[in-house]
T-cell receptor
Framework: GAVVSQHPSRVICKSGTSVKIECRSLDFQATTMFWYRQFPKQSLMLMATSNEGSKATYEQGVEKDKFLINHASLTLSTLTVTSAHPEDSSFYIC???????????FGDGTRLSIL | SQQGEEDPQALSIQEGENATMNCSYKTSINNLQWYRQNSGRGLVHLILIRSNEREKHSGRLRVTLDTSKKSSSLLITASRAADTASYFCALETSGSRLTFGEGTQLTVNP
């Protein structure tokens, strides 16, 4: 079945560091990728929709300069948390959508901890 | 709000029992999906039911959808300890965009 790989799985870094998270679709071309954020024991909140070759569409309240998204190819989207602070600590999950198949396929998530 | 509302928030049962989780929503949907999440992991897709469908089965899973009541239920039969996880409903409204419910934490005791 379709597989989405997300890397790294865990990041611990100091406040002020920028962190890049990669999301790759391994066996299909993903024209659209989605980035979610999840706080402990809460639901997934959509942060942005990433379309290959165009600018990402951010949800209301999500700072696009804080969370940079690049979707340069049909198999790779990246989320960069710039100048991360402790309040950015969270679980970030990506998903990828194959236009010829449903449903969305999710990565295993990245646990980001900012000290 | 487009978000699905799930109940119960938490459910604890014994192995072999059935588990039922419910999801209610307020908007029109293209389809409704159920996902499972083990602690600290990504989501695993369980089942998708389209707005023109009323019931779907997959193994021990049974999903119903009542668009007139804007509600869906997920039934897991003959539960196992390995079914312990969080279960989320997700509404697809447009452009593959999903809105997730708050989730139900299911604990199956051996």
């Amino acid at each position: 079945g379709a597989v989405v790989s997300q890397h790294p799985s865990r990041v611990i870094c100091k406040s002020g560091t920028s962190v890049k998270i990669e999301c790759r679709s391994l066996d299909f071309q993903a024209t659209t990728m989605f980035w979610y954020r999840q706080f402990p024991k809460q639901s997934l909140m959509l942060m942005a929709t990433s379309n290959e070759g165009s600018k990402a569409t951010y949800e209301q309240g999500v700072e696009k300069d804080k969370f940079l998204i690049n979707h340069a190819s049909l198999t790779l989207s990246t989320l960069t948390v710039t100048s991360a602070h402790p309040e950015d600590s969270s679980f970030y999950i990506c998903s990828a959508s194959d236009p010829f198949d449903q449903p969305q396929h999710f990565g295993d998530g990245t646990r980001l901890s900012i000290l | 709000s487009q978000q699905g509302e799930e109940d119960p928030q938490a459910l604890s049962i014994q192995e072999g029992e059935n588990a039922t989780m419910n999801c209610s929503y307020k908007t029109s949907i293209n389809n409704l999906q159920w996902y499972r999440q083990n602690s600290g992991r990504g989501l695993v897709h369980l089942i998708l039911i389209r707005s023109n469908e009323r019931e779907k089965h997959s193994g021990r899973l049974r999903v119903t959808l009542d668009t007139s009541k804007k509600s869906s239920s997920l039934l897991i039969t003959a539960s196992r300890a390995a079914d312990t996880a969080s279960y989320f409903c997700a509404l697809e409204t447009s452009g593959s965009r999903l809105t997730f419910g708050e989730g139900t934490q299911l604990t199956v005791n051996p």
